[in-house]
């Protein structure tokens, strides 16, 4: 299986207008994209590697893994579910109802298709996905 990092480094006019801070809009598609080319959901410790290794949050920074679910938790952009029991107990990350009415999945495939120049089906199920939520949308 193959891993994935995208990171965006332009403003974009597709991502949601209430985040008035680059890095955290920045860290935001992210993420989005991390959980959407993951399948539709990312357990915590790899959102955090994932993030880590794009250069967008400390590994250790604690109080910034706190902001960031917190922040994008409350603005409804993600959501976090616990799975298993006891002592297993996951956090997972899945998008959120806000970040599925304001970001276009075809958008995140489509950058990602820029990033790696390739085209957009060559991520077959993102892109059966992708399109699918483009039809009932219009």
């Known amino acids: 299986m193959s891993q994935y990092i995208v990171v ?3 403003e974009c006019e597709s991502l949601p207008s209430s985040i008035s801070d680059s890095h955290q809009r920045i860290m935001l598609m992210a993420a989005l994209t991390h959980i959407f080319m993951s399948g539709g959901n990312v357990k915590e410790d790899d959102m955090w590697s994932f993030l880590s290794e794009a250069g967008l949050l400390d ?15 409350r603005q409804l952009y993600l959501t976090v579910n616990k799975v298993g029991e006891g002592e297993f107990t996951k956090n997972v990350f899945e998008w959120g109802r806000r970040a599925t009415e304001e970001v276009p999945k075809l958008f995140v495939l489509n950058k990602m298709a820029e990033a790696f120049e ?18 009932q949308r219009s």
Do not use: R
């Open 59 to 73: 590994a250790n920074d604690f109080a910034g893994k706190k902001n960031f679910v917190a922040t994008f938790t």
């Open 8 to 10: 965006l480094k332009e």
């Open 118 to 135: 390739k085209t957009p089906d060559y991520w077959s199920e993102q892109f059966k996905q992708a399109n699918e939520e483009a039809q």
